[in-house]
């Protein structure tokens, strides 16, 4: 299936998404901290007045509705509407608590919520998404159980995220990382979220106990496969299409490959961790990283999840269109590797 | 009713909830989270050893058991126990957020988390304790419909939550807060947990819609009429009891009777938003205070909201053990006033 098909889908069913996002926003009920959601999200300037800027791709709602539409129930989409706009709701309170706790001042291009309101207001507003993402998940159209298992995963979902976000920091004040330690990290930082965005989807369309997990364990590995790719792009993809630019290794951030090279190499680990390699010198960072095979090892390691995900996917038994879209969604995610 | 008969329901079942708590929180999966989370709430000490510090007083899991047996159903307590202990997560995840956001250092006698661990990762635990407090309230033991009407109302309560934080820190920067502004303020950041204790406590014990709304109401006009009257303690109360000793005046806190006062005299409110008042003349703002007749309107506006609560109470035809605790549990939050 042409990508081109995912495209017309998201440009068709993300808007009332995003409606149902921003009605429950609009809800808070206190012009201030409304005008801090809104421009969050994308929806407005620091003035509150109207904008349109970029509010990520919605990859996540899409996986909630394709989900959806496994189980072949033509309400599907309607019913989990509000469950896509929960789940961008939660990714984007994780992202404002993120940008505070990471001390990063630019997202999406503009300056980062507490870098134009502060701290305070910032840690309050990100609280804020966080409840209004439970708003949305609780107006699904679907039996009661069905919603409250939704909640069920949906609350397990947060507590992995900040599991998840607990190793990612702490890691920072370590050089002893192991690949498996950071693979449990983006277990719960990554893959939590889409792997909750997959199994919530089911869940409210009707889908049986076995589609569910199938969905679940297909969101989860997609997960885990695209942060790895991700990994591998910023060290050797194109700086103009990743927006990168060497950065990862000049931060000397613990990516997969590093952490795999880290182990396989004490020399390389040693380098890394000293800091006192310049700039001019990433080049031979990402030399000795080869040398190890850690380049060949990520990539093998995200195809061989990326392969175990669609796996799980095409064996779901669901309505042909849906997994077909998950599929062609997947691929295009993977094939920005280039 | 004595307040003994209440302090014996606390110490006989306040422990169920606790267990209830821990068993949510030593869930987190990673020690670094799991020992942070207990730290804050009294079990364990900085080191992860077990340790019995002062958690708080336990009210609102109180109010919740309480409002659940006013049905009159048996199984009533066990039904709301998980629900009672969503709240007392809940509360605590928005001390770990203000503490931070307020910058306050020391919590109950010992370093705040956020002194103890730092800002990023204290801001993910707090998420992390948001995120278990549904947990904890979908281990609710009652019909689906139940539970999710609670958790729709627990949501609706931490928007409010996060709405009058907002408010309260922006109050920060402005001279000019009305009275009328301030009770709208705490509306969110105090009542609309006690509120939803009843509310939530109530529905899980099976009230009909009149009675939860009855409940609902008491729970709100209590926590308003404690703020106002914590307000009151912080300028005339005993120090010794209050543990205050003039620091709300000396810190030009923005409480109810300074509002009132404000309004009422000019020149009292230069002097208190100057900030260049010494602390010998405290006093002086105590009388100027006196002198606009706040105090007094102070106290009329405490008592007449705790009276208006008590009649719903008292009008919500419950049971009336429960009702009679209730009120008992009221009372001896509200005889502070000495």
Known sequence: MPN??????????????EANMRSVVDSAGVEGLRTMLRYHLGFADAQGRSERAPGGKRIRPALVLLSAMAAGQPAAIAAATPAAAAVELLHNFSLIHDDIEDGDTLRRGRPTLWKVWGIAQS???????FAMAHQALLGSVAPAERVLRAMHVFASMCVGLTRGQHLDISFEQRTDVTATEYLDMIAGKTAALTEACCEIGAILGGSDDAQIAALARFGRDLGVAFQIQDDALGIWGDPIRTGKADSDLAHRKKTYPVLVAAERDPIFRARYFDGDVESRDLASLREMIEATGAREATEAAATATYDRGLESLSGCGGAPEAIGMLSALAHSLFARAA
Chains 1, 2 share one sequence.
């Open 4 to 17: 081109q098909a995912i495209a017309n889908f998201i440009a068709e069913r993300i808007p009332a998404v």
């Open 123 to 129: 840690i309050n507003t990100g609280d804020a998404m």
